[in-house]
């Protein structure tokens, strides 16, 4: 069964302050690794992933993937408040993707 | 684009009563799921469909949810008889066939509670 950890559970950190978020993952086929925030209901997508240690970059958010350690991370840089989210990490095999549980952030004034 | 479009947003029932989800995916978009994501924990794939036909319903409950894309666009998910345990967001994604940019996109969710 394919499944996927992300870590750490919570986070609460003040605004200016950087963030690294990780996602392990066991999944067979593996094909992409895919970031989402969700902020009240819908999840809304950040990055795709698919080729190991080449970054994905949009404004103060950057993700790497390392197929060889199974896992990836997603750096948030100078966090504001609006970043207080949960963030969702998920991979697909042959078009059905596994999510993680999500970390949920929170950034304080 | 319009987004994907669910309704109702919100939902309270009875358990053993039952209750329908409706979803209209984004134009073009042949790829539909529906997520079953509990409080403090990840989305859960219910079903996939690619237009018409179930691609994956292997950890849909059989016994009381069903699912139906008539024609391939809108969808819907019945729960009948509704348990306790199902209280949770039903969020339907959709996605094309070409996902070179990546991701689904989701609609707004429907929150039911089961009393």
């Known amino acids: 069964e394919d499944k996927v950890v992300q870590s750490p559970l919570s986070l609460v950190v003040h605004e200016g302050d950087t963030v690294t978020l990780n996602c392990s993952y066991e999944?067979?086929?593996?094909?992409?690794l895919l970031w989402y925030k969700q902020e009240k209901k819908a999840p809304t997508f950040l990055f795709m992933l698919t080729s190991s240690g080449i970054e994905k970059k949009s404004g103060r958010l950057s993700s790497i993937l390392d197929k060889k350690e199974l896992s990836s991370i997603l750096n948030i840089t100078a966090t504001q408040t609006g970043d207080s989210a949960i963030y969702l990490c998920a991979v697909t095999n042959a078009g059905k993707s596994t999510f993680g549980d999500g970390t949920t952030l929170t950034v304080k004034p | 684009e319009a987004g994907v479009a669910q309704s109702p947003r919100y939902k309270i029932i009875e358990k053993r009563q039952s209750v329908a989800f409706w979803c209209n995916p984004i134009s073009g978009h042949a790829t539909l799921y529906w997520y079953q994501q509990i409080l403090g924990q990840g989305p859960k794939l219910l079903i996939q469909f690619q237009n018409n036909g179930v691609v994956d319903d292997s950890q849909l409950p059989k016994d009381r949810f069903s699912a139906e894309r008539l024609k391939g666009v809108d969808s819907t998910l019945k729960i009948q008889p509704a348990k306790l345990e199902d209280s949770a967001v039903y969020l339907c994604?959709?996605?094309?066939?070409?996902?070179?940019?990546?991701?689904?996109?989701f609609g707004s969710g429907t929150r039911l509670t089961v009393v």
């Open positions: 994604a959709s996605s094309s066939l070409n996902r070179a940019r990546g991701g689904y996109t």
């Open positions: 999944v067979t086929n593996f094909r992409s």
